[in-house]
């Protein structure tokens, strides 16, 4: 089993940034691939960005350009950047962690972006 810890979120006005952490409680070598979600109040949850161990780096177009999704392997955690945000970037943001034959998720950390 995997355990996953965002923290980072918060509340910022439009054009600024965050960077989210997603912790994980095992070694990020095991898994397959991680991920970021998002949720909007009212909408269904959404692929934001998509780091697999091997292979290429997948964006929504909504982000591209200005998310950028990276790792630490010597602490086992994923990173989100974002810049450049904007109001409707306003979400639950979800990590998940894609190991053989299971999903894991964490809770969210919450992002606000006013205008």
């Known amino acids: 089993q995997v355990q996953l810890v965002e923290s980072g979120g918060g509340l910022v006005q439009a054009g600024g940034s965050l960077r989210l952490s997603c912790a994980a409680s095992a070694n990020i070598f095991t898994i397959n691939a991680m991920a970021w979600f998002r949720q909007a109040l009212g909408k269904q949850r959404e692929l934001v960005a998509r780091?697999?161990?091997?292979?290429?780096?997948n964006y929504a177009d909504s982000v591209k350009g200005r998310f950028t999704i990276s790792r630490d392997n010597a602490k086992n955690t994923v990173y989100l950047q974002m810049n450049s945000l904007k109001p409707e970037d306003t979400a639950v943001y979800y990590c998940?962690?894609?190991?053989?034959?299971?999903?894991?998720w964490g809770r969210g950390t919450q992002v606000t972006v006013s205008s």
């Open positions: 780091m697999p161990s091997r292979g290429i780096i």
């Open positions: 998940r962690a894609e190991v053989t034959g299971d999903v894991y």
